[in-house]
């Protein structure tokens, strides 16, 4: 799943509502190949402005304990954690980062009718999952009005820009014309879900100083934030002092950026997941855009709610060609599994063939209450982000 991105799109106005959804175009780094369009103010008659946050949302990735970055669901990480359970002598460290692994491996998703993690298993050169790039693009298909991306992940980085340029072009591919950010959240630094609030925050304000300097503060402007906030529950969101304990609460509190007499709908996509293994092992996962969050998200989008239903043949798995009757959520999905790994969705849902499930057991209950060890040690690969001072 490689692809190049392709020329990239000139600045254009948008004026007066379309009959048809519009991307408000311009890339980042449209200028220089290797500059960053930071904090600047959207035109004000964007209805619609989706912040697009890439780790945890785009791909899957697993909270280590010992404050190294996650651990990423691909391919490469998934089959050497089956492969350290044969190992009868393995160190009981990495044994555990291992039973994370597979853990998330076989986790079935939220209301995704039956799907496990392993079918968001993501390209291990680009750090993409095919299958929740094509959900992205499913969302930026069903916004109505002028509508604008803006990158919030730390990919909005200058170091990151060709992975950026990747996912523009990837994302092209799905809605069956070019793609590019219109602009990104300002840089600032951010360690955790506090942090990336007052990033957000701060955006927020900067787009009504434009709309107030336009006079259109009380046009309807809605926003929409996909993000796992460094893998973190609503409980750990508590922003300077503001306690903040429930999405709810962080809609609240970011809707409170805007002036007297705004229309601002906000509405958070909380890509997020835990659970604990039958050993005592807890799991926390940015989870990616899987069922829950997609119906939270059409239902915000098209002020409608989706039943289970309804949603059903909207993430069904077949390739549609963007742009043509039928086309889903689930563009691509069908080829997220086709990599050659054992235990892979296609071949067998739970487990690889090779897999000693007896031994498996006997590791998740008897592993002892070890130190963590880097995962660089288990050869699995970290998300792009450097341990614990880069933002997801």
């Not at 491996?105 to 392993?118: L, N």
């Not at 069956?176 to 955790?192: K, M, N």
């Not at 209950?365 to 880097?374: H, I, K």
């Amino acid at each position: 799943f490689i692809l190049k991105a392709g020329l990239c799109p000139a600045p254009r106005a948008v004026g007066g509502r379309p009959s048809r959804p519009q991307c408000v175009a311009r890339s980042l780094g449209a200028e220089s190949p290797n500059a960053m369009i930071l904090g600047e103010s959207l035109p004000a008659n964007v209805d619609t402005i989706f912040l697009v946050d890439v780790d945890g949302v785009l791909n899957v990735g697993a909270r280590e304990e010992s404050g190294i970055a996650p651990l990423l669901l691909d391919s490469q990480n998934a089959d050497r954690a089956f492969r350290l359970f044969q190992r009868p002598n393995s160190d009981v460290g990495m044994l555990r980062s291992a039973e994370r692994m597979v853990s998330v491996w076989t986790r079935c998703i939220p209301e995704d009718f039956g799907k496990t993690y392993a079918n968001f298993v993501c390209d291990s050169a680009q750090m993409l999952s095919p299958v929740l790039v094509g959900r992205l693009a499913r969302l930026l298909r069903a916004a109505e009005g002028n509508w604008a991306a803006v990158l919030s992940s730390s990919w909005r980085k200058a170091k990151h820009i060709g992975r950026v340029r990747a996912l523009e072009a990837a994302i092209s591919v799905h809605l069956g014309r070019r793609f590019a950010f219109h602009a990104a959240t300002p840089l600032q630094e951010e360690r955790c879900a506090s942090d990336r609030l007052q990033c957000l925050k701060a955006f927020i304000e900067e787009q009504y100083e434009s709309r107030e300097a336009a006079g259109v503060v009380g046009r309807p402007l809605r926003m929409i934030i996909l993000e796992d906030f460094f893998i973190s529950p609503p409980s750990q969101w508590g922003c300077y002092g503001c306690p903040l304990n429930s999405i709810e609460a962080g809609e609240e509190f970011l809707k409170g950026s805007a002036p007297l007499g705004a229309n601002l709908s906000v509405k958070i996509i909380h890509t997020y997941d835990e659970w604990a293994t039958g050993g005592g092992l807890r799991v926390a996962i940015g989870a990616g855009l899987h069922g829950r969050a997609m119906r939270e998200a059409l239902s915000f989008l098209q002020e409608s709610r989706y039943s289970k239903t309804q949603l059903a043949p909207m993430i069904s798995d077949v390739n549609t060609p963007a742009g043509k009757a039928g086309s889903s959520i689930g563009d691509g999905e069908s080829t997220a599994a086709s990599q050659s790994l054992p235990g892979s969705p296609s071949q067998t849902p739970s487990r690889p063939p090779s897999l000693d499930a007896a031994r498996l057991l006997k590791c998740w209950y008897m592993l002892p209450a070890w130190p963590w060890l880097a995962a660089v040690e288990l050869g699995m690969r970290p998300c792009a982000q450097a341990p614990a001072a880069v933002p997801m």
